[in-house]
DNA sequence: GTGAAAGCGCTAACAA
DNA sequence: TTGTTAGCGCTTTCAC
């Protein structure tokens, strides 16, 4: 046997027969010793492994899914993979689904509806295992989708009852309401929220979970502080300023995520307020950059961990052991306040007893 | 025929021969259909579309592409999503793609070469038509995998005499020297520089075209003001704090990307430094982010749409007209100072004429 | 333990 | 124009 050279073994990669020829066995226990069925002879395996190394082979994914019906793929769908949120989740989601043997399909929906729906299709096209739903709020259309395909799916609270779906409650009311109790401890009376698009379930918790804050705490809770905006940069600069036309402007606001708050850092600045001093910001998330704002971003954490790994391993009982009656069908990811520079008593000139 | 329930329906999804036998023709027909070819009449073109609408039947894509040996899918590898810059490039890259009928898997390498070999090996596995290496720098360990198993690439300005490899040259002397000629202008003399790591050929260019900048406006090369840092906000600040520990310091730095401008930002007022009343900073990139610090980033533009754009065009020729003589194998994207507000002339207490 | 052979769902060559 | 059929590379019975 003349060894081809190597310019014409690239023309086309190794595949299961090749090895099997070179190894002198049948496909059968080529496919057997990389499955790691142990129905294999060791003298037969290291033959194989060893061809296998030797042809740098490695199975065609797309064969493998074909007769096995399982493709090893979960998809991700993010709200918007521009703000660092998602980013950071998506890292977290693909280092364990990788550490698994599992490889990850992202779509952004960036809040398209229709973009939503090709994600989807696209996925499902790709014969996905499961689908981590997480655009907090904005499934409706795509839940049909999948619940019509029998794929697995986790959402971000957000239950369905479905035996193939798995929920993760985001328990935001504890962060919001440590950090409205901090607030209120400084001195602030004069709360305000700027609010996420109400398009977004999550979005319209948090706010609830603010007022219920207030409430609690016999803060008085005034409609006119409370701003929806979209959860960007921009909408950030554009909420503070709808407060700056108020005739009784809040003490001190809390976002709904960390991009608003750090777009009402610059509308301050705009406007010459200092932060803190002036106004006292909080967000929520606490992205990578929250550390690094000026001043520092006081934040309520949400971690992205603990949301990544409560989503795969949603999807992987699904996916592994679908029948289990036992599985765990709710996971539970909590939220705490992250004190940093932004927050501090409320001006002298205000009087604290309204 | 009656039809089976939906509950029914759900357990096994509609594939070509379902679909050929509720329109009544052939699987080849459907095929043809699907793929658009010209041979079908409108006849039955008209019942297939029908059927297929009816099942809401799609093709599986794994069965596709075994047979066709086309994935439609591309890969593309960043450096680490966490940095704004790589998302934003991302989500240009996928629109491009899922535009023209491609699909993406991304991966992140965090600059780890082990990493960056297991990912190469999953796109492999998934059998993607190309990859798009946006490593800036790292991309040894990777070249001999995708190159053995005769993949196009497309890289980030790294030359590669190979037929199946494009490259993006980057153009940072042009932005760099309007960077530098700008700070000139406002009367700074010396001028530092915040590297990125010397592991990243990109991160070295961009030094010696500010090295060369410097020259050919005449202005002094301080090896002392040369501070290599790792690209993030942590590494920064630490840069910045490694200046502070000279006896004479620069009015000025620029950076090798924004978050080490940010970073800066952040040790600046640490120590009381204003920016850019004390210290004028400059960054490279401009994330979304530059426009919202405070104050707003001065910075030199990287398009991260021209980028993905060049990335994808590289590809789609490589994959679908891998053969064209006249197939263009380098594409230029080019840099350009975005002037904001974290540049202002040295302070008066700084003698220009040193 | 091991191998032969039957498909997984689709495309493409070939016939009709 | 339409249909028939041979695989794509692999896993998985089923015999041996």
Redesign the pocket.
């Known amino acids: 046997m003349v060894r081809k050279p190597t310019r014409k073994a690239a023309a ?1 990669p190794p ?3 090749t090895v099997a020829a070179s190894a002198k ?8 010793t ?2 790691g069925s142990p ?3 060791d ?2 395996k290291k033959r194989v492994w060893q061809a296998i190394r030797q042809l740098n082979y490695f ?2 994914t797309h ?2 899914t ?3 019906g399982r493709s090893r793929l979960f998809g991700i769908i993010v709200e918007n993979i521009t703000n660092p949120f998602f980013p950071e989740l998506i890292q977290s989601f693909e280092e364990i689904a990788v550490a698994h043997g599992y490889e990850i399909l992202v779509s952004s929906s960036n809040s398209d509806p229709n973009v939503l729906t090709t994600c989807v299709r696209r996925m499902l096209e790709r014969k996905v295992e499961g689908v981590a739903v997480m655009t907090f709020g904005e499934e409706e259309t795509v839940l049909d989708q999948l619940m019509n395909r029998d794929v697995p799916i986790v959402l971000a609270e957000f239950s369905l009852d479905d035996p193939k779906a798995s929920t993760i409650l985001l328990d935001y009311a504890t962060g919001i309401y440590e950090a409205v109790q901090y607030l209120a401890k400084l001195g602030h009376t004069k709360i305000g929220f700027l609010a996420g698009p109400h398009t977004l379930h999550s979005a319209i918790t948090r706010e609830n979970d603010f007022k219920a804050a207030l409430r609690s705490l016999g803060l008085p809770i005034q409609k006119k502080w409370i701003i929806e905006c979209d959860h960007t940069l921009k909408g950030g600069v554009a909420g503070f300023n709808k407060l700056r036309t108020l005739d009784v402007q809040p003490t001190a606001v809390v976002c709904s995520n960390d991009m608003t708050a750090i777009g009402v850092f610059r509308g301050a600045h705009n406007e010459g307020l200092r932060v803190p001093q002036d106004l006292s910001v909080i967000g929520l998330d606490d992205i990578d950059f929250a550390e690094f704002t000026l001043p520092p971003l006081t934040t309520i954490r949400l971690s992205r961990t603990d949301l990544a790994r409560a989503a795969f391993e949603a999807l992987r009982q699904q996916a592994e052991d679908p029948h289990n009656p036992k599985m765990q069908r709710e996971f539970l990811v909590s939220t705490s306040l992250v004190v940093r520079g932004s927050t501090a008593a409320p001006p002298a000139s205000e009087n604290p007893k309204n």
Chains 1, 2 share one sequence.
């Open positions: 086309k595949d299961i027969r066995v049948s496909i059968a226990t080529v496919s057997r990389i499955n129905l294999v002879s003298k037969l199975p065609n064969a493998r074909l007769v096995s």
